[in-house]
């Protein structure tokens, strides 16, 4: 059904966009037809110190596969991000700081107030050794000092990875180790939903297995008492006060890092997605500005985590780059109310309003009547990201929150992608609920089969690969470039593989139909299902685990594990329960298993390979089509799964 609902864009959405219909299309072909004259164009956005004089040179070619954008340009980012804007805006709001508790006062930080706090910073990181190209961990809640802390590293071309701060100190201690940082950020604690969380605490446990950490500067925040090491951590503020207020912007090279963002894949452990500075900084600060329409003044509010993509990329980098009043909102939606999102959009008449389709279902799970408690006038756009927004809470998004006025944008991209790749452009693009719509200038998106032959005519479904390179696109997975070569670029030669699965309709709109690999998309969380098997299996009891995706209504997929234990352990309740504090404590609350299924015995194939396929059709409760399952070692296997099952 949802395929014929189609939303033209409103009178006013196309009176004052920047690109109409027509000029999409004839951009678009450009794009693609002419990337060097059209991103030598767009590049001209940026402050360079330095013009580049190439524009792309890149190859999908496996195994040889390089990237690079603007490769002997040389610009900063933070200066972009602030300096640039100094002159003419440097007394507007570059952030608005709106805490957990909404009693508590919001702050407005200027872009004056931004270059004194980040110059400060970057003084502290060199006055403790921090050189162009070391990496620092920023392991912050959702404050003001997490985009100081990462513009400052950018501004003296240190590499930041950023930890989302609900990670356990395992999964934190593995993200220092792998990048080396020497250097991490934190907090005394940070606050969510009136519940304090013990950043320091966990800081100093990951520290007991990071040998090189040095030096760990702590933001006060709550200011509640922390321990803190002798010659190791020092307050932030303390050391921020004793240096200059002044610290020049490094030239950077546009291919040098910028950061590193950890994500998870299909195998392993999660890698580090590179980013490097011009072409990323190109990426973001277009796609905000157009599929934001972004217009001086405007207030813009993405709900996102700074520890993760999005906060990355639409919450600090895309949108100072911009000179745009980014919001940053330290809380969560459903706390002290599930009003508390449209409190915030009235307190600060915000314009811009950016989520996830986990958060726009759980408010719709508490009723359209928290949404008609504010004044939600201010709103002309929305926007959704994060995983397929299901058409039924696209309409209830559009009909409570947007009041029928407001575009709505469903932007599809990955951590990898930089920024957006499949989106409307506000006034130029007709909506349908639950597509992505069409591609961003420069980005080729196209469907192949399971087996990899490309899928020409126009309606089509398959997997999504992108023929070529795009200026945001990552370049290397940190520390194992082979690695990045084998996960995008093995499987269908010549492409960027996505991971995600999508239908082209008739008129050319994607729909992505979510991830075709072992990547779970929990609560707009990316997470593998071989991360928590292995977080299951490091328990004494456990002999062996699977987990994977199963729909829910909430969360978008739910986790599933099938567990085996240890021969002679006993199967309980209680240790089911143990299980799962087990993968909180060593992943973080966002891998808690939903479901645990005993399994005393997995479905294997003779060679001993675990048939996924048959756990995720049980998981789904869909036993119409379990496959051949005759090759099994032991096909009673299957019986006794589906006879256990849980999801009824
Ligand atoms: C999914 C988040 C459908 C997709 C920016 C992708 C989406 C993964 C959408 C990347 C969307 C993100 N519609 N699916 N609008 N946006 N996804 O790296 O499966 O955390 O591959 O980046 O989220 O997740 P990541």
Redesign the pocket.
Same mark, same amino acid.
């Given at each position: 059904m949802s395929e014929e609902l189609v939303f033209p864009p409103s009178a006013e959405a196309v009176a004052r966009t920047r690109t109409t219909a027509e000029q999409y299309e004839t951009l678009y072909a450009r794009s693609i037809s002419d990337p060097d004259g059209f991103w030598r164009e767009q590049a001209g956005r940026l402050d360079w110190m330095v013009p580049f004089s190439t524009v792309k040179d890149t190859s999908f070619a496996y195994p040889d596969v390089s990237i690079r954008w603007f490769e002997d340009g040389e610009l900063n980012v933070s200066a972009n991000c602030i300096d640039r804007h100094l002159a003419t805006r440097g007394d507007q709001t570059a952030l608005i700081f709106e805490p957990d508790d909404p009693r508590a006062e919001a702050r407005h930080i200027t872009y004056r107030q931004l270059y004194d706090e980040v110059c400060r910073l970057a003084n502290v990181l060199k006055a403790r050794g921090v050189r162009k190209g070391d990496r620092v961990t920023i392991y912050l809640p959702m404050i003001p000092q997490a985009a100081y802390a990462m513009l400052a590293c950018a501004r003296i071309g240190a590499v930041h990875s950023v930890v989302f701060a609900g990670f356990s100190p395992e999964a934190l201690a593995g993200r220092i180790n792998d990048c080396g940082s020497r250097l991490v950020i934190t907090a005394d604690e940070g606050r969510r939903g009136g519940k304090a969380v013990a950043l320091k605490a966990n800081v100093d446990k990951a520290l007991e297995s990071c040998p090189d950490v040095e030096t760990v500067l702590v933001v006060s925040n709550t200011g509640s008492e922390v321990a803190m090491v002798a010659g190791r951590d020092l307050w932030l503020d303390e050391e921020a006060a004793g240096v200059a207020g002044e610290c020049p912007p490094e030239p950077m090279n546009a291919e040098d890092p910028l950061f590193i963002l950890y994500?998870s894949g299909s195998t392993g452990s999660p890698k580090g997605v590179l980013h490097t500075t011009g072409g990323y900084l190109v990426w973001v600060s277009l796609t905000h500005e157009l599929v934001f329409d972004y217009r001086e003044g405007e207030v813009y509010w993405c709900t996102a985590d700074v520890g993760?993509?999005?906060g990355h990329s639409y919450i600090v980098y895309g949108p100072l780059a911009n000179g745009a009043v980014s919001l940053m909102f330290e809380g969560v939606p459903n706390w002290p109310d599930p009003s508390r999102f449209w409190q915030v959009v009235e307190r600060h008449k915000v314009n811009i309003f950016y989520t996830a389709p986990t958060a726009i279902r759980a408010l719709m799970g508490a009723g359209a009547e928290w949404t008609q408690k504010n004044d939600l006038s201010s709103l002309r756009l929305l926007g959704?990201?994060? %995983?397929?927004?299901n058409p039924e809470a696209w309409l209830w998004y559009h009909r409570h929150v947007g009041r029928e006025r407001c575009e709505i944008v469903?932007?599809?991209?990955?951590? %990898?992608t930089g920024g957006f790749m499949?989106?409307p452009l506000p006034g130029a693009i007709a909506t349908k609920p639950g597509s992505?719509t069409k591609p961003f200038f420069g980005v080729k998106p196209v469907v192949l089969s399971p087996e990899g032959r490309l899928q020409e005519q126009v309606k089509a479904e398959g997997v999504l690969a992108i023929a070529d390179s795009w200026p945001g696109q990552m370049r290397t997975v940190y520390g194992d470039h082979q690695r990045f070569v084998d996960t995008y670029f093995a499987t269908y030669k010549g492409y960027y593989f996505?991971?995600?699965g999508c239908r082209r309709d008739a008129d050319g709109y994607y729909w992505?139909t979510?991830?075709v690999d072992d990547?779970l998309?929990v609560s707009?969380?990316?997470l593998g299902t071989a991360e928590v098997e292995s977080a299951l299996v490091a328990h004494p009891k456990v002999a062996e685990a699977a987990v994977v995706g199963y729909p829910h209504g909430i969360k978008g997929q739910g986790i599933y594990c099938y567990v085996t234990l240890m021969a002679g352990e006993e199967y309980t309740d209680a240790l089911k329960d143990e299980l799962r504090a087990w993968v909180r404590k060593e992943i973080g609350p966002i891998a808690t298993p939903d479901l645990i299924q005993w399994a005393p015995g997995l479905p294997k194939t003779r060679s001993g390979k675990i048939m996924r396929r048959i756990l995720r059709k049980v998981a789904e409760n869909d036993f119409s089509n379990l496959g051949d399952t005759s090759t099994l070692a032991d096909p009673a296997v299957v019986t006794n799964l589906v006879d256990n099952r849980l999801n009824r």
């Open positions: 994500t993760w993509v999005t959704s990201v994060g %995983e397929p927004i469903d932007t599809w991209w990955q951590t %990898e499949i989106t992505a996505t991971g995600d992505i979510g991830r990547v998309n707009g969380h990316r």
